[in-house]
């Protein structure tokens, strides 16, 4: 049974940055696309950021393109979210997910087979 462990979640001010990570564990963490989503109080859940098994393509909602970056260290089972020039509107429960089968990234969450628990992130203005 995989499992995902998200951190890094805080409150920052506008402007500023943070950092998530993700780390898996149950099963091989390098043939799998994985994402970030977010969910904000009164929103649909929505697709931030995917990353390919192969570390080779990477893609981002139109909302953080340029300011967040996806990462994965596939020694350390981790995934990460560099988060810069934090906005309001960014605030949500950001939750990792994986896909176990073969392929790249998808925006789509039902696409993903599991997810962590989430971590808060809060930008105040």
């Known amino acids: 049974q995989e499992q995902l462990v998200e951190s890094g979640g805080g409150l920052v001010q506008a402007g500023g940055s943070l950092r998530l990570s993700c780390t898996a564990s149950g099963r091989t963490f390098s043939n799998t696309a994985m994402g970030w989503f977010r969910q904000a109080p009164g929103k649909e859940r929505e697709f931030v950021a995917g990353?390919?098994?192969?570390?080779?393509?990477?893609g981002y909602a139109d909302s953080v393109k340029g300011r967040f970056t996806i990462l994965r260290d596939t020694a350390k089972n981790t995934l990460y979210l560099l988060m810069n020039s934090l906005k309001p509107e960014d605030t949500a429960v950001y939750y990792c997910a994986l896909r176990i089968r073969s392929g790249g990234w998808y925006s789509t969450s039902g696409y993903y087979d599991y997810w962590g628990q989430g971590t808060q992130v809060t930008v105040s203005s």
């Open positions: 990353i390919s098994w192969n570390i080779l393509d990477t």
